[in-house]
């Protein structure tokens, strides 16, 4: 059956709003232009069509960052949150999302299967970490508090070496991971390491890569100091998650080798925010949090006026599920037109996630995800309220 979206106006992925009808039939926009027809007729006259939103840093098992709370947690409450959390992201219009550590493939394919609701899934399911790195868990008493406990499907992911490291990128493409995530630095809410500190040497990032690559399949890196940004690009990774201490020689290599950024501005904001709401987090991680809020903004604006490639991701878990929208108020204070933001959720995250020939923009022959937005949608602010309805293949799955 075909359906017409008639009198929207229409966000065309180069920066305008242009008015346009819609035609959606077997899960597939048909057509795009003036004076369509359909058997179904959906009046959105006076509102905005997007394409289907992207979250590309997302951990849909995490619901909170609050150590204490994880602890005293049965095992398996974490998969009926991520049932929740999966829900909030697809009713804000996130249709597609990469999960950076956490969700299987069982969690994947519950959404394919339309067992529960949620966006469709890349899955990087654990993320590869140097002994006393970003990943290892270890607490100064001797006992691990891991964010993701090992079981079949997903395995421990401290690693050290190439070969060690070689053997685990295949054990995850086994277990069916779309990407390959790896800490090439410190980070923030691990309180033994130091954000500004490189992890993995040249050879363990190249062997990561090649590995990955053989497979058909990119990396990720969570990346916060500039010799660990550095270190990833020269290896070949595909995006720089945070890059929150980009240097001059960093931007220039994120634009020789057409890699991209995705900020998660929303993230060490948002742990400032948990533990001022009560959230245990170690006093360690809490301070580096703090310091580098306005380091992360200044050199994310730098990347901007440079024209790095841009593709949204907000860390959400870090921050609650169902606030990713928050991320888009942020890009916008870092330098980009809001116009740019929506492109950065839209067309380039599709393309960062190898998806710009089936989503990321509304054209004839690609899948029917649809946002309907009352109102202006470049007011970025007032978008998570006016969400109005969300097709995901053509059907209705919000409003």
């Known amino acids: 059956m075909r359906t017409l979206f008639r009198g929207g106006r229409l966000f065309d992925g ?3 709003l242009s008015e346009a009808d819609v035609v959606v039939e077997d899960g597939r926009f048909v057509e795009v232009g003036s004076g369509l027809d359909g058997h179904e007729r959906v009046d959105v006259g006076g509102k905005a069509l997007l394409p289907g939103l992207f979250d590309c840093h997302t951990h849909v098992m995490i619901s909170h960052v609050d150590i204490w709370k994880m602890v005293q947690s049965p095992f398996s409450l974490m998969f009926y949150e991520a049932m929740r959390n999966l829900r909030a992201t697809l009713d804000l219009g996130i249709t597609t999302i990469r999960d950076a550590g956490g969700a ?31 990943g290892d868990e270890w607490f100064p008493s001797g006992i691990e508090v891991p ?23 295949r054990e995850l493409l086994r277990d069916g991971a779309d990407v390959i995530k790896i800490a090439s630095s410190g980070g923030v809410l691990s309180a033994r390491d130091d954000p500004r500190h490189a992890h993995f040497r040249l050879d363990e990032l190249e062997t990561i890569v090649t590995e990955a690559a053989a497979a058909g399949r990119w990396v990720m890196a969570h990346a916060q100091s500039a010799e660990g940004i550095k270190n990833a690009l020269r290896a070949g990774v595909r995006s720089i998650d945070h890059g929150i201490y980009l240097d001059d020689e960093a931007i220039s290599l ?15 904001e948002g742990v400032v925010i948990a533990a001022e709401h009560g959230a245990q987090i170690p006093e360690a991680s809490l301070q580096k949090a703090k310091d580098v809020v306005g380091v992360h903004r200044e050199s994310f604006a730098k990347a901007v006026a440079a024209g790095v490639k841009i593709a949204m991701g907000t860390d959400s878990g870090v921050t609650p599920h169902g606030e990713n929208l928050r991320e888009l108020e942020l890009m916008e204070a ?12 839209t067309a380039t995250a599709a393309e960062l996630m190898g998806l710009e020939r089936e989503l990321g923009s509304i054209e004839a022959g690609k899948r029917a995800d649809l946002v309907v937005v009352d109102g202006d949608p470049f007011e970025l602010a007032k978008l998570p309220g006016r969400v109005v309805a969300v097709y995901k293949d053509g059907d209705r799955v919000f409003g």
């Open 147 to 169: 964010f993701f406990k090992s079981y079949p499907g997903s395995p421990h992911t401290v690693v050290d070496g190439p070969e060690e490291i070689r053997k685990k990128v």
């Open 14 to 16: 180069s920066g305008t």
């Open 254 to 268: 994120l634009l020789e080798k057409g890699a991209y950024l995705v900020p998660t501005l929303v993230a060490a």
């Open 104 to 134: 299987d493939l069982g969690v994947k394919t519950a959404v394919e299967r339309g067992l529960i609701a949620g966006p469709r899934m890349q899955i990087s399911i654990n993320m590869l970490s140097q002994t006393g790195g970003h």
């Open 334 to 345: 870092g330098g980009m037109t809001p116009q740019q933001v929506l492109t950065a959720t």
